[in-house]
């Protein structure tokens, strides 16, 4: 989690290279092929993140999604049931309560794998192995 707090000098929001670096340990952990579907911020789009896919395309395969397809995203749905736990009418008293809020209830949806499921399926998308 990247917690920005208008400090002088730090990073408001991750960077093109924050992005590579994650989808580089992703492949290590892994070990396999990856498919990464992404939506159209403008750090998935930028010449040295092109640049960096075009050099992994042996193992990296990239699904561009439209520039607004709820449809067709997942974590839309995963938002969706963070919210019905509260999150999208709470008013929080500062940064730190938001985070903690956040994270209790991404960490309820967590434990239950069918609610994820349920958001993969509502995309009408489907796993399968490469």
Known sequence: MHVHR??????ASFTWADYRDLILLAHRQLSAP?????DNLNRHTCAEIRRFIA?????LRVVQLPAY?????PTEGVW???NRGGP???AVSGL??????VKRGLKKIQYRPHLIDG???????VLTSL
């Open 80 to 82: 969706s049931l963070l």
């Open 119 to 125: 958001c993969l399926a509502g995309t009408g998308l």
């Open 96 to 101: 730190d309560e938001l985070v903690r809020v």
């Open 88 to 90: 999208a009418n709470l």
């Open 6 to 11: 208008r400090r002088k000098d730090e990073k």
């Open 69 to 73: 397809a709820p449809d067709l995203h």
């Open 34 to 38: 990856t498919v990464l579907i992404w």
């Open 55 to 59: 050099e992994s395309a042996d193992w």
